[in-house]
């Protein structure tokens, strides 16, 4: 703004001091040629009159620095000139003011000199004896004096430069000072022009439309964030580019990002042929899915264009944790294969049993053992039904009744029905501890030391021991169930409490049981919020503890 100031300024300046000069040198020039013009028609009259009176020979005395007279006969031979002598002068009849005092009496003429520097102005009247008196005066002609007046007008220039810069400048500041100190935060509170108040009027009311829609878009950012952040699925939002413009911590830590990932490459992080053709797709605007494993967990990707007016500007990619819904399937498709196993494996035996009872082929002295053989096969039938029931039952975590179990009683009592089963094998129960109350289940409780003792029998040696021990310690409750049995591998300890899992199937029917009893124990603990865990040894036995 202060150049514009400064470039009116001085424009205006010098426009208004050239044409100052130009009209004042005009003005006066022609003043000056009017009086000069004047002056010398008054001179030519009195010096007319004297010659008319006096001759020729009045000139013989006379003396003028000023004015120049020259006297011309009718055909024009110069008689008589003050500057230059007559024999040496060219003849003047061509001349104009010449020829019209010749004709009227009177004359005047102005030519400016071969230089154009000077301009000579020339009257001429005609005297009584029938010649010419001329008089002529020169001075600098307009051109010649502007010229000569360069210096003085550079000089004014120059001033009026300076003067046009100071004053552009002060200006300037005070027409921009206010502007600068306008408090754009509260337009309604400034005073510094009445011209500009419909402007901060209007900006008033931006301001407060563009405060609301700021805030509301904080307000819609800070929400996003906010259940983006708290999300347990992955979302990661690419630009057009495959830029990241946002990760989420699920996402982050599904991918192995510490650090902040915008602006960087996504296939950085994930270079698989599956993300990247599903990325490219979704720039199409294609929608892609499909599943993975990363970091032993699996994942399903679903990456989706992000469109806007038409266009694909981006895309969306979600990540959803399917790793227990995976398992869940698998052990859901091997419990069915597996109860389809269990359930059909005695039925046959029963079918197998009763069809040659009824058709006679059995004889006498055996039918007592196929009849026994269907009453064995029916009752491991009842237990695994029983034992699926009880699993669904706690599958389905719903409201039970809860009390106080004494713990030490409830051993008791599983001692007293597995006792006739160890008392086969020669294994010794002991129980040793002290009185415990908890709340929870009674049933659920038995299920746990029931089945945890079972197999501790059914897997132990012949005059095998199994040891149970109740404490208490710091408020938490605590059984333990020790054995000298078979053992369990490594391999197999973390898989144990799966459904119908067996360390050595080809073993299974002569040990007996449905293989649902420590899923029984796992589900029943999980319900009690309590805690099992295994140690064991091949060839030297197993401790399985359970802390409440």
């Known amino acids: 703004m202060s150049k514009k100031i400064f470039r009116s300024v001085f424009t205006v300046a010098l426009v208004v001091l050239l044409a100052s000069i130009g009209i004042a040198t005009t003005f006066l020039y022609d003043y000056f040629n009017s009086s000069q013009i004047n002056q ?16 020729i020979e009045y000139f013989e005395n006379f003396d003028s620095s000023v ?51 000077k301009k000579t102005y020339y009257e001429s009247v005609l005297l009584e004896n029938g010649d010419v008196l001329r008089i002529s005066v020169s001075q600098m002609s307009i051109g010649a004096l502007l010229i000569a007046m360069l210096p003085a007008v550079f000089a004014i220039l120059l001033i009026a430069t300076i003067v046009a810069i100071v004053l552009s400048l002060a200006m300037a500041r005070q027409i921009t000072d206010p502007l600068m100190k306008l408090d754009l935060e509260h337009p309604t509170d400034n005073v510094a022009y009445e011209e500009l108040t419909p402007i901060l009027t ?8 563009i405060k609301s829609q700021m805030e509301s878009i904080r307000r819609k950012s800070d929400e996003f964030e906010q259940i983006v952040a708290s999300m347990n699925e992955g979302l990661i939002l690419l630009d057009e580019h495959a830029m990241v413009l946002s990760m989420n911590q699920a996402a982050r830590k599904i991918f192995g990002v510490s650090t902040d990932a915008k602006g960087d490459d ?25 599943i993975a494993q990363r970091n032993n967990m699996e994942y399903q990707f679903t990456v989706n264009p992000i469109e806007s007016s038409g266009k694909v500007i981006g895309v969306i990619i979600l990540v959803f944790d399917i790793t227990d819904r995976a398992f869940a399937e698998r052990n859901r498709q091997e419990f069915t294969a597996n109860v389809s196993h269990e359930l059909k494996t005695p039925l046959q035996s029963i079918i197998g049993s009763a069809e040659l009872l009824e058709t006679g082929l059995v004889k006498e002295e055996d ?25 669904s039952q706690l599958d389905e975590k719903g409201e039970v009744a809860t009390e106080s179990v004494e713990l030490m009683s409830v051993a008791n009592e599983v001692i007293e029905v597995l006792s006739t089963a160890a008392a086969k094998k020669n294994i010794t129960l002991t129980i040793d501890g002290e009185l415990c109350t908890i709340t929870g289940v009674r049933r659920y409780i038995y299920e746990i030391i029931y089945n945890i003792c079972d197999n501790a029998i059914r897997y132990n040696v012949e005059d095998g021991k ?15 169930v020790s054995d000298t049995g078979i053992g369990i591998a490594p391999e197999h300890q973390n898989r144990i409490f799966e459904r119908f899992y067996r360390v050595d199937k080809s073993h299974s029917k ?15 603990v999980q319900f009690h919020e309590a805690k099992v865990t295994l140690d064991s040894e091949v060839g030297k036995g197993t401790t399985v503890t359970v802390k409440f």
């Open 367 to 391: 039918k007592g053992k196929f009849i026994g053989n269907i009453r064995k096969e029916a009752a491991r039938l009842v237990t695994l039904i029983n034992d699926i029931i009880r699993l």
């Open 466 to 480: 199994v040891e149970i021990k109740i404490s208490k310690d710091a408020g938490n409750a605590e059984i333990s």
């Open 67 to 117: 004015f120049r007279f020259t006297i011309v006969d009718a055909d024009g031979t110069v008689l008589y000139d003050t500057e230059v002598k007559a024999e040496e002068m060219e003849k003047h009849a061509d001349r104009e003011e010449i020829i019209e005092a010749l004709e009227t009496g009177k004359g005047s003429s102005s030519r400016n000199s071969k230089t154009l520097i």
């Open 266 to 290: 996504f296939l950085l992080y994930d270079r698989s042929t599956k993300m990247s053709k599903a990325i490219w797709e979704a720039l199409e605007g294609k929608h892609s899915e499909y």
């Open 40 to 55: 010398l028609k008054a001179e030519l009259s009195l010096v007319a009159d004297t010659v008319n009176e006096e001759g």
């Open 510 to 524: 002569e040990t007996g049981g449905t293989g649902l009893g420590l899923s029984i124990v796992k589900h029943a």
């Open 202 to 209: 209007k900006l008033h009311k931006q301001h407060k439309q």
